[in-house]
């Protein structure tokens, strides 16, 4: 886990300036990461932590995002993935996704329009959400399948 301290005193193009993320976690070395956030707009949040990382000599680096909207566009992405920084980035397909982004050799799109439709039928029909949004089952059954207890 990263803290992200920021300058509360300092407002630089509308948002307060991020001072350092500071690691209160366990020993990566050698370990494949998994870094989630909501969102992804400059992914400047997102790239610090898999340097840091990658300084804690972490072995491969996976960014997630509910919404990828790269409004910075890509080319911070680009370098970080040339140079080996991250291996890839998974983004649901909640949002607009640029033609650019979805060609992008880095980026996974996570379809999301199953769980959605499920949401909808629930609500039409009055039930409660409760089973599409619990994980367990769906969990259960993954390790099920793939044999894992």
């Not at 307060?16 to 989630?36: L, R, S, T, W």
């Not at 998974?90 to 996570?110: I, M, Q």
Request: hydrophobic fraction near 40%; charged fraction near 25%; proline fraction near 3%.
């Amino acid at each position: 886990m990263f803290y992200k301290r920021r300058d509360y005193s300092t407002i630089v193009n509308g948002r307060n300036p991020i001072v350092a993320h500071e690691y209160m976690g366990n020993d990566v070395a050698g370990k494949d990461i998994f870094v989630a956030d909501d969102i992804i707009s400059s992914g400047e949040s997102m790239l610090d932590i898999a340097i840091e990382l990658k300084k804690r000599k972490a072995n491969r680096i996976f960014c997630y995002a509910t919404y990828p909207i790269f409004t910075n566009g890509l080319d911070s992405f680009d370098k970080a993935y040339a140079d080996g920084i991250i291996d890839g980035v998974f983004g649901t397909n909640l949002t607009y996704r640029t033609p650019e982004l979805l060609s992008s050799p880095w980026f996974h799109e996570v379809d999301c329009a199953k769980y959605i439709a499920y949401y909808i039928a629930s609500l039409n029909h009055d039930l409660s959400i409760s089973n599409v949004i619990d994980p367990h089952s769906k969990i259960q059954a993954l390790l099920k399948k793939y044999g894992i207890k």
